[in-house]
């Protein structure tokens, strides 16, 4: 299926093309994902790790809270913090007081520094992964990271502006009922669907994955 098929779909349910491009998520130039400091990164991944499953709203509107708590999320500190600061934070009424996401701090950041040690930094291992394989970072995040299956790798990646699909409940619609997709989104197998699928509407189009995702997206009424 041409691309242009949804495009045309989501101009239509957005009220045009120039608004509809108003609606696509920025994406960040490599040298400039290479560029921010670990710390950002593990703020984050676990900012996503904390929306998943609760509401969002509750966690934007706490993390100044959650910085201060952790610190400003230092994964050098963090890696190696003593169990009784842990201990301590989920009795921290300024944070959501959950104690396997707390656990997941020093579980990522040692994620972070062992990337760190090969690449120079997060950012720069980031910059340097191509788009076209996704379904390879999101693998490594969730074997070598804590808590980063499901969709909370790809939300982290979209923060931050990594340019990559996120495969919402609007997305998976959309492309099981174009007959992209046959298998769980979860899996291997349905990832790899839809990244055959967006890899061939980027070369297609020129356009970032991260826009095409967006738009076929508003391609499903909700």
Aim: hydrophobic content about 40%; overall charge neutral; some cysteine.
């Amino acid at each position: 299926m041409k691309f242009s098929v949804f495009y045309q779909q989501a101009m239509a349910r957005k009220g045009g093309e120039q608004a509809l491009k108003s609606l696509l998520p920025p994406v960040t130039e490599k040298h400039r994902l290479a560029e921010i400091g670990d710390d950002r990164y593990l703020s984050e991944i676990t900012r996503c790790i904390f929306k998943a499953g609760f509401v969002w709203r509750v966690i934007e509107n706490k993390w100044p809270d959650f910085e201060a708590a952790f610190e400003g999320f230092v994964p050098a500190y963090w890696q190696q913090v003593p169990p009784e600061v842990l201990e301590q934070l989920a009795t921290d009424e300024r944070i959501v007081r959950n104690m396997q996401k707390i656990r997941t701090v020093p579980e990522n950041a040692r994620m972070i520094m062992d990337v760190a040690k090969d690449h120079g930094s997060f950012g720069q291992f980031l910059a340097q992964w191509p788009s076209t394989d996704q379904v390879g970072l999101l693998l490594y995040l969730k074997r070598n990271g804590e808590r980063l299956g499901g969709n909370s790798a790809q939300y982290f990646l979209r923060r931050v502006g990594w340019d990559g699909f996120i495969l919402s409940h609007d997305v998976v619609t959309a492309l099981t009922r174009a007959g992209i997709l046959d298998a769980s989104p979860a899996s291997k197998k349905g990832m790899s669907q839809a990244q055959e699928a967006f890899n061939r509407w980027h070369e297609e189009t020129e356009m970032p994955i991260s826009h095409l995702s967006r738009i076929v997206s508003f391609t499903v009424d909700n």
